[in-house]
């Protein structure tokens, strides 16, 4: 107990009004031989020396200010304005937590309005809510609003979904016994003869991700017609940053967009927290996970803010909740705000350009190279794959390329064996000519 800054007058205390003399007899109830250990903790250090071991500690971590990286797989590194520090950073807004008594927290409602607006500008769609978790819980909640608006128990998706979120997905509807079918990818995109085959009047509905996760641009059209003609909701996974160049999914009618909002001003942070975001016809409006700020007037005739839903069990009925998404990720969803504000349309679709243009330079430098070739020729956004050849191994390629203070792309073999030896590398727009030249003279070395 050396470390509980309590006197033993304060123990004393504590310990007579709970009616034992002893934290032993306090603690009585819990076996021995988990009470009876030694966490072998060295002697206290004084503050400096802790901060001096801390930072010799952290000092072991790669990062991306220190080495160049080309891993995204769903974590991106974008660049990051200063104004998205300075102002959410501010005292009124540095908080993530979502006021329970909303109307005095006005700021924070506008904040929270505002992300919506955006999100529904950018994507075409009628309405936002205030933010999920991330991608993945956004994508498992469309499913299940789907299910439980259409009363059937079939989700068909492609393979070529982030498998992390495929995973998501398997967890939210394994206590719904859900039928969940998944549709191969010949090519790098999915394939819609099997998936025409597939979709039937059993179901829910039809999930693609655009970008998917091997960076191809999906005919995101197609799926949709395809879901529609069995009366199924299609459910569109995107990057949001794409969306400054590739067509919004309101245009190919998508029922719901969601996806991961990270890349909008928030740094990796070690894969999370991040920020998932939840757009909808407005047909599905009340049918929607999470919170929706809305704008109204004050009894006085002043423009104010209010929380216009709020579908948790601890708001309303528990039979009527429709989901148990217990947080709106506001701090994040201010920077998104934020980010998006500084940028303006001209910004995103500028930025999404240079992820276009850097991502296809490197990839025709590497495809030049002996040490690769391309594994799909489909158009992409800002990630590719390359399988290696002569008898390198990715791993062994990477373990090079972290040597010469590169962090390289992601292995895909532990996702999807019959991509052995392949690689999925992105570039975004922080990477400049001179970065994608290092690599490229970094993997045209003789590695051993």
């Known amino acids: 107990m050396d470390y509980i800054p309590n006197t033993d007058k304060d123990k004393e ?90 109307e005095v927290s006005q700021g924070t409602l506008q904040v929270i309005y505002e992300f919506q607006t955006l999100m529904c500008e950018l994507t075409g769609m009628d309405v936002a809510n205030a933010s999920v978790y991330d991608g993945s819980t956004a994508l498992a909640e469309a499913a299940l609003l789907a299910i439980r608006l259409k009363e059937r128990n079939k989700i068909v998706c492609s393979r070529a979904i982030h498998p992390e979120y495929r995973q998501v997905l398997r967890t939210y509807l394994k206590g719904l016994q859900t039928e969940i079918v998944e549709i191969d990818f010949p090519g790098g995109t999915t394939d819609l003869n099997q998936l025409e085959k597939t979709a039937d009047d059993k179901t829910a509905a039809i999930l693609i991700q655009s970008p998917n996760f091997f960076g191809c641009i999906e005919d995101m059209y197609a799926a949709s017609s395809i879901a529609h003609k069995h009366d199924a909701l299609f459910v569109a996974c995107v990057n949001p940053i794409s969306l400054g160049t590739l067509k919004p999914p309101g245009e190919y009618n998508a029922d719901i967009a969601v996806g991961e909002a990270q890349v909008f001003g928030n740094y990796l942070n070690y894969g999370g927290p991040y920020l998932g975001f939840f757009t909808a016809k407005k047909e599905l409006l009340r049918r929607m996970p999470g919170r929706i ?143 994608i030249d290092t690599l490229v003279a970094e993997m045209s070395k003789n590695i051993v």
Do not use: W
């Open 293 to 435: 700020a809305g704008e109204t007037v004050d009894c006085t005739g002043k423009r104010c803010f209010v929380l216009t839903l709020q579908p948790r069990e601890q708001h309303i009925r528990r039979e009527k909740a429709t989901s148990n998404i217990c947080t709106n990720q506001a701090l994040l969803a201010l920077r998104a705000c934020i980010y998006l504000c500084a940028l303006g349309k001209e910004g995103i679709a500028e930025v999404s350009n240079h992820n276009i243009q850097k991502s296809h330079y490197a990839y025709e430098r590497l495809c030049a190279l002996d040490v690769f070739k391309p594994v799909y020729g489909k158009p992409f956004f800002n990630e590719f794959v390359l399988k290696t050849t002569g008898g390198f191994s990715a791993a062994k390629l990477n373990e090079h390329l972290l040597k010469s203070g590169i962090i390289g792309g992601l292995e895909l073999s532990q996702y999807y064996p019959e991509l052995d030896n392949s690689l999925l590398l992105c570039v975004t727009e922080t990477k400049t000519r001179e970065d």
């Open 13 to 102: 205390i504590m310990l007579q009004e709970m009616g034992v003399t002893s934290v032993e007899k306090l603690l009585a109830d819990i076996p021995p031989e988990l009470r009876q250990f030694d966490l072998k903790l060295n002697a206290g250090m004084s503050e400096p020396q802790v901060l001096k071991t801390l930072n010799g500690l952290s000092q072991k971590n790669v990062n991306t200010d220190q080495h160049l990286s080309f891993l995204g797989a769903g974590a991106y590194e974008h660049y990051i304005p200063t104004i998205v520090n300075h102002l959410a950073s501010r005292s009124e807004f540095y908080t993530c937590y979502t006021p329970y008594q909303p």
